[in-house]
């Protein structure tokens, strides 16, 4: 299905599986807003994805950043239509609780929760009034407290988890709006993050973000967590 004339914003879309959502997006083609923190690096990954997309100098841990950025967008586009939150940090390295480096926690949510929030609460609004989007947070499973089973990277763990409850009630309040939020779990992929040893590849990391951010008109499914396009629990 094509789906011309939609616009997307991806964050953290200049390298990794961000840059395969937003080549996938402009595939089936969406206008891809690149966002980066580097304007360099968001002009670099366009150059990669092709003439559809476009670069955005967008700090998610900014809130000028972000209201700035989706100024330009709106500008550049008229508006919208699809967010994918990708942008995300995992710094806890060896780190276990009950030990917990505040430094850290704080910088994690920051960026993984604070920032999808903030970018959310900035574009959402023009969706409702469109009657119209789409919202992936890029997630993971180490956030489902149902699959929970080890102390690991506590606070990308409790960040992620943090995210899931954002897209549920985000998924809630906007319930009969036309627009539909849910989360994807790209699974261990090779990525900056990642590592070059994960089992998947980009492809297939940023296959179910895609789907969700092009769930046709008239699609229901929002508030879900899912992975390889089925549902996980949360």
């Not at 586009?77 to 009950?98: C, H, K, M, Q, W």
């Not at 119209?132 to 102390?151: C, E, F, K, P, Q």
């Amino acid at each position: 299905m094509r789906h011309d004339d939609r616009t997307a914003l991806v964050t953290g879309g200049a390298r990794g599986i961000g840059l395969e959502i937003g080549r996938q997006l402009a595939d089936r083609g969406l206008r891809v807003l690149v966002g980066a923190r580097q304007r360099a690096a968001a002009e670099e990954a366009c150059r990669a994805i092709g003439r559809s997309a476009l670069p955005l100098a967008l700090d998610v841990t900014s809130a000028k950043s972000v209201t700035e950025a989706v100024r330009e967008a709106r500008e550049l586009t008229g508006g919208i239509d699809v967010l994918v939150n990708n942008a995300g940090v995992s710094l806890d390295g060896e780190l276990r609780p009950p030990h917990v480096d505040e430094d850290i926690l704080r910088s994690t949510l920051d960026t993984n929760l604070t920032g999808a929030w903030r970018v959310a609460e900035a574009v959402v609004p023009g969706m409702v009034e469109a009657g119209y989007g789409r919202v992936v947070n890029v997630t993971s499973s180490y956030g489902s407290l149902a699959l929970m089973d080890s102390g690991r990277h506590p606070a990308y763990r409790i960040s992620k988890t943090a995210l899931n409850a954002l897209t549920r009630m985000l998924a809630a309040e906007l319930a009969g709006t036309g627009v539909l939020v849910n989360a994807a779990d790209p699974g261990w992929t090779r990525s900056g993050m990642g590592g070059p040893s994960a089992p998947r590849g980009p492809e297939e990391g940023a296959d179910t973000t895609v789907w969700l951010a092009t769930l046709p008109e008239g699609d229901r499914t929002t508030g879900g967590l899912f992975a390889e396009r089925r549902p996980l629990p949360w």
